[in-house]
């Protein structure tokens, strides 16, 4: 049973124009709430503890869109999976990762020389190298695998008709 029995009263023009505000609202709010905890953490001294709330609202966030993207059999609006793309996306998300270390480092004075950030910093990209690297080719095997099973369910569907 519905809770609520509403008539759509928008057609579907109307309609991808509103999925369309959503989509770049969500997007907006996506990177917005991340640049917000980063900021809070490196620039104001917040504590994990402090930022929790924000960050379990942008995991609920990124965890849905992935889902139902992999669901969906979506990669990526800009390229294919693959092993460039798996490796372009791999080496910005180590670059971005050390990025953010070696300024939160510098800023609260973690570092008393530039070879005592070197390795950690280092140790730490190539970490998300790998990591990121393995979970995109996991999630590119998986986006090949969904499209080819949709392509076969579609097919079964027109030769029914």
Known sequence: MKLFNWKKVVDEREQMEMFRVEHYVCWLAF???????????????????????EWIVFMIMAFGIVIGDLKGGHYEYYSR?????????????????????AL????????????????????????????????LAAAGS?????????ESEYEEEDGEE
Not at 31 to 52: E, H, K, N
Not at 82 to 97: D, E, Q
Not at 143 to 150: A, G, I, M, N, S
């Open 31 to 53: 990177w917005t709430l991340l640049i917000a905890i980063f900021w809070q953490i490196i620039y104001m001294r917040a504590s994990f503890l402090q930022v929790a709330g």
């Open 81 to 101: 999976p693959g092993w460039k793309s798996y490796l372009l996306y791999s080496f910005v998300a180590a670059i971005v990762a050390m990025g953010i270390v």
């Open 104 to 135: 939160k480092g510098m800023k609260e004075g973690y570092y008393q020389s530039f070879s005592d950030a070197v390795a950690p910093i280092l140790i730490l990209g190539g970490n998300t190298f790998v990591i990121t690297l393995v979970v």
């Open 142 to 150: 998986f986006v090949k695998c969904r499209r080819k099973k949709l």
